[in-house]
Nanobody, 117 residues
């Protein structure tokens, strides 16, 4: 089994910053830490930022230039630096990983980010 634990969420004013962290534990062999998704109330879960072991990154248009994803492969961790936060960034942020062996996707429980105007 795989466990993903997110941290770093909180309440921040518009224009502020937060840094989210996600740490994986358990069955880590051939586990691909993909990145971050978010879900706002009444909306579907959406991609925020993803990264590959080769260093490629992908961002939602809404966060480009404001968010930066990074990873520490040795620690099985992925991070999301969020700058210039906006009220529309308010959501629960989830970390996702996928097993390269089985294709099973794993999700953390999420961390709440609330941006006040």
């Amino acid at each position: 089994q795989v466990q993903l634990v997110e941290s770093g969420g909180g309440l921040v004013q518009a224009g502020g910053s937060l840094r989210l962290s996600c740490a994986a534990s358990g069955s880590l062999f051939r586990l691909n830490l993909e990145g971050w998704y978010r879900q706002a109330p009444g909306k579907q879960r959406e991609l925020v930022a993803t990264t590959t072991s080769g260093g490629s990154t992908n961002y939602a248009d809404s966060v480009k230039g404001r968010f930066t994803i990074s990873r520490d492969s040795a620690k099985y961790a992925v991070y999301l630096q969020m700058n210039n936060l906006k009220p529309e960034d308010t959501a629960v942020y989830y970390c996702k990983a996928t097993s390269a062996l089985s294709g099973v996707a794993y999700w953390g429980l999420g961390t709440q980010v609330t941006v006040s105007s």
